[in-house]
C-alpha cells in the first residue's frame, strides 16, 4: 500500500512559479512510476508530466518548458517545478504511482492540491 501527500499548491499570477510535492510512504518508491495529473471541473484527468523509475521523463505538449518532473528517492519525493505559469494551468493537481509490474493492481493517487492561476 502506498499513500501519497501533496503539498504546495496554491494562487499565483501568471508568468509566476509553484514547485509541487508529493511525498509518498511504503517502501518501494523507487521502482515506482510517478506522475502528476491535472483536473479541472467537467473534464477528465488529464497527464501533466510523468518520470519513471530510471528517471526518463515526459511531459504534456502544453507545458513542454515550462514544468519540469523531478523525483528524490532517498526523500520518497516527487516534485513539479512549475515555471512561467499560465491561467490555463489552473486546475486541482494529483500525484499517481503506479507500479510497472502491477499497474492496475498497484496504482495509486493522492488527495490532490489545487493550483490557482490568475491573469
Known amino acids: 500500500q502506498v499513500q501519497l501527500v501533496e503539498s504546495g499548491g496554491g494562487l499565483v499570477q501568471a508568468g509566476g512559479s509553484l514547485r509541487l510535492s508529493c511525498a509518498a510512504s511504503?517502501?518501494?518508491?523507487?521502482?515506482?512510476?510517478m506522475a502528476w495529473y491535472r483536473q479541472v471541473p467537467g473534464k477528465q484527468r488529464e497527464l501533466v508530466a510523468a518520470?519513471?523509475?530510471?528517471?526518463?521523463?515526459n511531459y504534456a505538449d502544453s507545458v513542454k518548458g515550462r514544468f519540469t518532473i523531478s523525483r528524490d528517492n532517498a526523500k520518497n519525493t516527487v516534485y513539479l517545478q512549475m515555471n512561467s505559469l499560465k491561467p490555463e494551468d489552473t486546475g486541482g493537481y494529483y500525484c499517481?504511482?503506479?507500479?510497472?509490474?502491477?499497474?492496475?493492481?498497484?496504482?495509486?493517487w493522492g488527495q490532490g492540491t489545487q493550483v490557482t492561476v490568475s491573469s
Open positions: 499517481n504511482a503506479r507500479d510497472p509490474r502491477f499497474p492496475i493492481l498497484h496504482n495509486y
Open positions: 511504503g517502501n518501494f518508491f523507487s521502482r515506482n512510476n
Open positions: 518520470i519513471t523509475s530510471g528517471g526518463s521523463t
